[in-house]
């Protein structure tokens, strides 16, 4: 992603220590030594990826811009992205030029603004002052001498793997939201609101005018990528559309990239994978990041602590208890500073809820959606009925629509999606992953995301326009089989068609409780296993928990992902000591 860390000089007491730190953090992290400048009463850190990647710092006398992430700007990356940023007439931002996910710092004409991308995607930390301003996690807690676990946000990673909105797991620390443009002067730090408005209904026009449409969406940010980069791209393919859409998109735009698919040797996603490589003429390399043999005993902590590092603390899925697979794979995407590129999001052009075709209100969407705990795992400092009513806050929120409790329309619940899901879910893996190298995720580039906010919901249905679109751009890719069943030169299958219909038509209620059924029904639990197992386990953290114990009846958890993300909000207090408090 590079890196920044910002903090506000005027009171030195708080300045040099932080500075200090967050140097020491992005060197235990894996950067090279940050370069430091001062921005109008500011001081920045700034270091640039970490395998290698565009330039992402451009100073021009008292002008500067610094990037962290994958900026594209007038269809530019690197040092073009940067020039072109520099001449925008800030406070205004013309998001028509910008795309890609970041965070950027402009000084220009003696003023210094800071902001993310459209979604806020790429992560950007601060303190609950907004003295600090940090891309990593560890360097904002660092930086604070006390730290308190927010409840609804523990709760929300453990159920759901990552916290969203604006919160994370600290009480103290905040994300910069996707609305807020901040100007960074001697006296602190202030506030603009930004509109960044979507679509919010469904147009009719003409399949192939809509066709055509969406592929200069695509064409253009993904055009962008493959002038800077070339073959020098890492694509995902597996049996699913997205891959599929994003390989497309690819070869359409002229790249030729390293074509690659995870999983055992038994995976569906691998046989299609590497079937569709040898009809189409490309090598697909197969990568089992299972067979990678994990540390010994002895070797463990040191692995964990790795991971700790490589992972901000935090993984998307609370992985830092595994064998290092995980950050070989990373690296080998990035080799030489390559791109890697990623389908994530694609279900901007499904129904990712599976939800009716009909209003529905915010706290529909909670409990059919993120109600995914057995009530018999949590203490007595679990509301329910706070902890959904604050998912249906946050919902709301990232629409807009604060304490609208009725029923919203339908093209804006799939506005949830890009607003609150991809965000936080996606995001923090751009802004893991981005740290090491350029990473492209066209599907949560805002103009393509306002494209797919005015498809019909009956096109949405079973990947049929997503499906359309893969056609469009490589008809030779789309006529492979598919783990639906079926290629995508052909309408979506029965099988396909009734499995998404039968989850669309369950009652909100029963959807809502179907976790802790399925945990109730469940039988043979002997524990966790691998390197969950307390014989590793014990090695890194108390298995009493201390710090998680006031959450959770950790004996009852009967499920492993979230036993290890449990277990990964531990470590991370055992980590920080005793600036940790509650």
Same mark, same amino acid.
């Given at each position: 992603m590079a890196g920044l860390f910002l903090v506000r000089g005027s009171d030195p007491g708080v300045a040099?220590?932080?500075? %200090?730190?967050?140097?020491?953090?992005? =060197?235990?992290?894996?950067?090279?030594?940050?370069?430091?400048?001062?921005? =109008?009463?500011?001081?920045?850190?700034?270091?640039?990826?970490?395998?290698?990647?565009?330039?992402?710092?451009?100073?021009?006398?008292?002008?500067?811009?610094?990037?962290?992430?994958?900026?594209?700007?007038?269809?530019?990356?690197?040092?073009?992205?940067? $020039?072109?940023?520099?001449?925008?007439?800030?406070?205004?931002?013309?998001?028509?030029?910008?795309?890609?996910? /970041?965070?950027?710092?402009?000084?220009?004409?003696?003023?210094?603004?800071? /902001?993310? @991308? /459209?979604?806020?995607?790429?992560?950007?930390? &601060?303190?609950?002052?907004? &003295?600090? /301003?940090?891309?990593?996690?560890?360097?904002?807690? $660092?930086?604070?001498?006390?730290?308190?676990? @927010?409840?609804?946000?523990?709760?929300?990673?453990?159920?759901?793997?990552?916290?969203?909105?604006?919160?994370?797991?600290?009480?103290?620390?905040?994300?910069?939201?996707?609305?807020?443009?901040?100007?960074? @002067?001697?006296?602190?730090?202030?506030?603009?609101?930004?509109? *960044?408005?979507?679509?919010?209904?469904?147009?009719?026009?003409?399949?192939?005018? &809509?066709?055509?449409?969406?592929?200069?969406?695509?064409?253009?940010?993904?055009?962008?990528?493959?002038?800077?980069?070339?073959?020098?791209?890492?694509?995902?393919?597996? =049996?699913?559309?997205?891959?599929?859409?994003?390989?497309?998109?690819?070869?359409?735009?002229?790249?030729?990239?390293?074509?690659?698919?995870?999983?055992?040797? @038994?995976?569906?996603?691998?046989?299609? =994978?590497? %079937?569709?490589?040898?009809? $189409?003429?490309? *090598?697909?390399?197969?990568?089992?990041?299972?067979?990678?043999?994990?540390?010994?005993? $002895?070797?463990?902590?040191?692995?964990?602590?790795?991971?700790?590092?490589?992972?901000d603390g935090l993984p998307v899925y609370g992985e830092i208890f595994e064998s290092g697979a995980n950050a070989a794979a990373r690296d080998a995407r990035h080799p030489g500073g390559a791109l890697a590129a990623s389908g994530g999001c694609g279900e901007i052009f499904r129904n990712f809820f599976y939800l009716p075709d009909r209003p529905v209100s915010a706290a529909v969407v909670a409990r059919t959606f993120f109600a995914r705990y057995d009530r018999g795992d949590l203490t007595g400092a679990f509301d329910d009925k706070a902890f959904l009513r604050g998912i249906e806050d946050k919902i709301l929120a990232a629409l807009g629509r604060a304490g609208d409790r009725g029923r919203l329309p339908r093209p804006l619940v799939e506005h949830i999606y890009p607003r609150l899901r991809c965000r936080s879910f996606f995001g923090r893996e751009i802004s893991l992953e981005a740290r090491y190298g350029p990473y492209l995720m066209p599907f949560l580039d805002h103009q393509v995301v306002a494209g797919a906010m005015t498809l019909p919901m009956a096109l949405k249905h079973a990947g049929r326009f997503e499906a359309m679109l893969v056609a469009a751009l490589d008809p030779s890719l789309a006529r492979h089989m598919s783990a639906y069943g079926h290629g995508f030169d052909t309408p979506p299958g029965l099988r396909h068609r009734l499995s998404e219909w039968s989850t669309r038509m369950r009652p909100a209620r029963l959807r809502q409780h179907s976790y802790a059924l399925q945990r109730r029904l469940q039988r043979g639990w002997a524990g966790p296993t691998g390197l969950m197992a307390s014989d590793y386990l014990g090695r890194v953290i108390d298995l009493e928990h201390p710090a998680m114990r006031r959450f959770f009846r950790i004996e009852r958890v009967q499920d492993q992902g979230m036993l290890m993300r449990i277990a990964n909000l531990e470590y991370l207090a055992k980590s920080l000591g005793s600036r940790v408090i509650g």
């Open positions: 040099g220590p932080a500075l %200090a730190s967050a140097r020491a953090q992005f =060197g235990r992290h894996g950067f090279a030594a940050p370069s430091e400048h001062v921005v =109008g009463g500011w001081t920045l850190l700034h270091a640039p990826h970490i395998i290698g990647g565009p330039e992402s710092l451009f100073v021009r006398g008292d002008d500067l811009v610094a990037v962290a992430g994958t900026l594209v700007c007038d269809g530019k990356l690197g040092r073009g992205a940067l $020039e072109a940023l520099l001449t925008m007439d800030l406070p205004r931002i013309d998001w028509s030029r910008i795309g890609g996910q /970041f965070v950027a710092l402009v000084r220009r004409g003696g003023r210094t603004f800071l /902001f993310t @991308d /459209f979604f806020a995607a790429f992560q950007l930390f &601060r303190d609950s002052e907004a &003295r600090i /301003f940090s891309t990593s996690f560890l360097a904002a807690a $660092e930086a604070l001498p006390r730290l308190h676990f @927010d409840a609804q946000a523990v709760y929300e990673m453990a159920f759901n793997v990552v916290p969203i909105g604006d919160d994370t797991v600290f009480a103290e620390i905040k994300l910069v939201g996707p609305n807020a443009l901040i100007e960074l @002067d001697a006296d602190g730090a202030v506030f603009h609101t930004l509109a *960044k408005p979507l679509p919010d209904t469904a147009i009719d026009l003409p399949l192939a005018e &809509r066709i055509a449409a969406h592929r200069t969406k695509l064409d253009a940010i993904i055009g962008a990528h493959v002038a800077a980069y070339g073959d020098r791209i890492c694509c995902p393919l597996s =049996g699913g559309l997205d891959s599929r859409l994003l390989l497309a998109g690819l070869r359409a735009a002229g790249s030729r990239p390293h074509v690659y698919v995870y999983g055992r040797a @038994d995976s569906e996603d691998v046989a299609i =994978g590497r %079937a569709i490589g040898a009809a $189409e003429g490309f *090598k697909v390399e197969w990568v089992d990041k299972s067979a990678v043999p994990p540390p010994g005993p $002895e070797a463990y902590a040191e692995r964990v602590a790795r991971n700790f590092q490589d992972y």
